[in-house]
């Protein structure tokens, strides 16, 4: 505690005093005494310090999320339009959602409902799939089924099989994976031969290194408009999201 109250104090003390040191020529002693009255300003005015580490930490916050903004921005037309990510809601809304997600992710389950329930109630946003296996072999291959689902019906059973993985309890079996594809009425020959299809890996691929290149490292993580969200985030702060992105555009 004692090493903390004095990094603190020293972090206070130049935060206050480096603004006068720096736009001034002062002798040594004067620079000594500038220094000795910021400490004992502060010594009576602890609350400032912890105003101090505030800012420091509101910048800090600031510069992240700026940074995370340019690596949208570098790579929007991966996470928007790579021609093969499943997409839902309104194709032409005016903010879209991408969601990296794990089939065997408690984080991801939690908020799936959540995920569907903000989609269903907004009729401008558009929903975007980034089947991101990072949790074992079997999420892996429930990853790979789900972009083989694709090919079936132009797509049209990929939300339900999406449900039907999200909702399995514990680490999804091989055997669970296509008696989930069989209950939503995939054809389950054909899903596995689809995918041995070489882009199913190739796909997979190119979600990794755009995951790399945003520096995402966990599922959950969104994209909402041009805002990074790494984690499980609640239903209301997603809104919130989706509401700062329309009126920052106007």
């Given at each position: 505690?004692?090493?903390?109250?004095?990094?603190?104090?020293?972090l206070?003390?130049?935060?206050?005093?480096?603004?006068?040191?720096?736009?001034?020529?002062?002798p040594?002693?004067?620079?000594?005494?500038?220094?000795?009255?910021?400490?004992?300003?502060?010594?009576?005015h602890?609350?400032?310090?912890?105003?101090?580490?505030?800012?420091?930490?509101?910048?800090?916050?600031?510069?992240?999320?700026?940074?995370?903004?340019?690596?949208?921005?570098?790579?929007?037309?991966?996470?928007?339009?790579d021609?093969?990510?499943?997409?839902?809601?309104?194709?032409?809304?005016?903010?879209?959602?991408?969601e990296?997600?794990?089939?065997?992710?408690?984080?991801?389950?939690?908020?799936?409902?959540?995920?569907r329930?903000?989609?269903?109630?907004?009729?401008?946003?558009?929903?975007?799939?980034?089947?991101?296996?990072?949790?074992?072999?079997?999420?892996?291959?429930?990853?790979?089924?789900?972009?083989?689902?694709?090919?079936?019906?132009?797509?049209?059973?990929?939300?339900?099989?999406?449900?039907?993985?999200?909702?399995?309890?514990g680490?999804?079996?091989?055997?669970?994976?296509?008696?989930?594809?069989?209950?939503?009425?995939?054809?389950?020959?054909?899903?596995?031969?689809?995918?041995?299809?070489?882009?199913?890996?190739?796909?997979?691929?190119?979600?990794?290194?755009l995951?790399?290149?945003?520096?995402?490292?966990?599922?959950?993580?969104?994209?909402?408009?041009?805002?990074?969200?790494r984690?499980?985030?609640?239903?209301?702060?997603?809104?919130?999201?989706?509401?700062?992105?329309?009126?920052?555009?106007?």
């Amino acid at each position: 505690m004692l090493r903390t109250l004095i990094g603190a104090l020293a972090l206070g003390a130049s935060l206050l005093a480096a603004p006068l040191l720096a736009q001034t020529e002062m002798p040594p002693e004067e620079r000594a005494l500038l220094r000795s009255e910021v400490r004992r300003y502060l010594l009576e005015h602890p609350e400032i310090i912890m105003e101090a580490i505030q800012v420091l930490e509101d910048r800090r916050r600031e510069a992240e999320t700026m940074a995370d903004r340019d690596l949208v921005t570098r790579n929007l037309e991966a996470l928007h339009a790579d021609g093969f990510s499943f997409v839902a809601g309104n194709p032409e809304g005016d903010v879209t959602v991408v969601e990296f997600l794990d089939y065997n992710c408690g984080f991801c389950k939690r908020a799936h409902d959540e995920v569907r329930q903000l989609i269903e109630t907004d009729p401008g946003l558009r929903y975007v799939v980034k089947e991101f296996p990072i949790l074992g072999p079997s999420s892996r291959l429930a990853a790979q089924a789900a972009l083989a689902a694709t090919y079936q019906d132009e797509g049209r059973r990929y939300l339900a099989y999406n449900d039907a993985l999200m909702s399995h309890q514990g680490q999804l079996s091989e055997r669970a994976v296509f008696d989930y594809a069989d209950d939503v009425g995939l054809h389950v020959r054909q899903l596995r031969r689809d995918m041995e299809r070489p882009e199913i890996e190739e796909r997979l691929g190119r979600t990794q290194g755009l995951a790399r290149a945003l520096r995402i490292e966990g599922t959950p993580s969104f994209v909402i408009g041009g805002q990074l969200v790494r984690g499980y985030v609640p239903l209301d702060r997603m809104r919130e999201a989706v509401a700062r992105e329309r009126a920052e555009r106007g």
